[in-house]
T-cell receptor, first 111, second 113 residues
Framework: SQQGEEDPQALSIQEGENATMNCSYK?????LQWYRQNSGRGLVHLILIRSNEREKHSGRLRVTLDTSKKSSSLLITASRAADTASYFCAPTPGGGNKLTFGTGTQLKVEL | EAQVTQNPRYLITVTGKKLTVTCSQN?????MSWYRQDPGLGLRQIYY???????DKGDVPEGYKVSRKEKRNFPLILESPSPNQTSLYFC????????????FGSGTRLTVV
C-alpha cells in the first residue's frame, strides 16, 4: 500500500525559527495530505495538495510537491511552542480513498 | 459540533474477553476507517468502510471485525483479544471525495493483559 515516509524522524528548533519536514512516497498519487498529532490525540488535517499543484499555502504552512521526485515538504514558518507535535504525510493514491500513514516527524519547538 | 466519537477512551481487559470499541460520526460521512498506532510502526489501517454494508480489510485486519449497519456507526470488535492488540486505536471518517481530509476521533487506549 502507498505509504509516506517522513524525514527527519525528530526535529528540535527554537521558537520563531522555521521547521521543514519532508515526505517521500513510491507510486502515483491523486493528492497528498499533511496531518498533525498532539501527543496521544487524534490526527488533525492540516492541508491537502493536489498532484497538479506545486505549492500551497495556509497561514504559516507552506507545502510543496514534486511528483517527479515523489516527494513533498511541509514548512512551518515562525514556529511556536504550540506547534510541538508529530506531523504525518498521507499520499492518496488515484484509485481510492485509502490513506496510509508513516511514523511521522516529531517536532519540538522550545521557548 | 462535527466530530467523531469513540468510546471508551481507556480500556484494560483480559486475554480472550470479547470487547467492542464504538465509533460514531455526526457528519454524514460515507467513508470510515480504523487505525492502530504503535511506537515505531506509525498508524496502520485495520479496516475501512466506503458506505453502509461495505467493509474491507486494511493492512492489519487479523483479530478484528467491523460492521457498518448504519452510516454513522462503525464499531471495532475484538472477539478474543490478545496482548499484541494492546495499542492506541483511532477511528476516522471522511466524505467520499478523494480530496476530503479525515476527521479523527480522540483515540482509545487499549491494554490487554
Amino acid at each position: 500500500s502507498q505509504q509516506g515516509e517522513e524525514d527527519p524522524q525528530a526535529l528540535s528548533i527554537q521558537e520563531g525559527e522555521n521547521a521543514t519536514m519532508n515526505c517521500s512516497y513510491k507510486t502515483s498519487i491523486n493528492n497528498l495530505q499533511w496531518y498533525r498529532q498532539n501527543s496521544g490525540r487524534g490526527l488533525v488535517h492540516l492541508i491537502l495538495i493536489r498532484s497538479n499543484e506545486r505549492e500551497k499555502h495556509s497561514g504559516r504552512l507552506r507545502v510543496t510537491l514534486d511528483t517527479s521526485k515523489k516527494s513533498s515538504s511541509l514548512l512551518i514558518t515562525a514556529s511556536r511552542a504550540a506547534d510541538t507535535a508529530s506531523y504525518f504525510c498521507a499520499p492518496t493514491p488515484g484509485g481510492g480513498n485509502k490513506l496510509t500513514f508513516g511514523t511521522g516527524t516529531q517536532l519540538k519547538v522550545e521557548l | 459540533e462535527a466530530q467523531v466519537t469513540q468510546n471508551p477512551r481507556y480500556l484494560i481487559t483480559v486475554t480472550g474477553k470479547k470487547l467492542t470499541v464504538t465509533c460514531s460520526q455526526n457528519m454524514n460521512h460515507e467513508y470510515m476507517s480504523w487505525y492502530r498506532q504503535d511506537p515505531g510502526l506509525g498508524l496502520r489501517q485495520i479496516y475501512y468502510s466506503m458506505n453502509v454494508e461495505v467493509t474491507d480489510k486494511g493492512d492489519v485486519p487479523e483479530g478484528y471485525k467491523v460492521s457498518r449497519k448504519e452510516k454513522r456507526n462503525f464499531p471495532l470488535i475484538l472477539e478474543s483479544p490478545s496482548p499484541n492488540q494492546t495499542s492506541l486505536y483511532f477511528c476516522a471518517s471522511k466524505q467520499g471525495a478523494l480530496e476530503d481530509g479525515y476527521t479523527f476521533g480522540s483515540g482509545t487506549r487499549l491494554t490487554v493483559v
